[in-house]
């Protein structure tokens, strides 16, 4: 697998965070902590699509809006008590 050479400008904030992440130990270098970045960026968009393609083709709900809209009422109201 091939590499490529990146140049990216950080503020303070952002270039220090970068380097309380390699401090934790959870990361090794800063090129570490991107590609990790890009790799979970890569994963969320590979479910998000995942799951648009699985809802349109499952067709047309049966439900209506009331009907949903009441299911995430409860939801909510169960998660948040």
């Known amino acids: ?3 490529v050479r990146k140049t990216i400008t950080l ?3 952002q270039d220090a ?3 309380a992440q390699v401090a934790s130990g959870d990361y090794t270098n800063d090129s570490e902590y991107f590609r990790d970045l890009i790799r ?3 994963e969320k968009a ?3 699509k995942a799951a648009i393609d ?3 083709a499952s067709g047309p709900s ?3 809006l009331d009907d ?3 299911e995430v009422e409860r939801r909510y109201r169960t998660a948040n008590g």
């Open 17 to 19: 965070w970068v380097k």
């Open 40 to 42: 979970r960026e890569q």
């Open 54 to 56: 699985a809802g349109l």
């Open 11 to 13: 503020t303070d904030a």
């Open 62 to 64: 049966s439900r209506t």
């Open 46 to 48: 590979s479910a998000l």
């Open 68 to 70: 949903i809209w009441g």
């Open 1 to 3: 697998m091939g590499t």
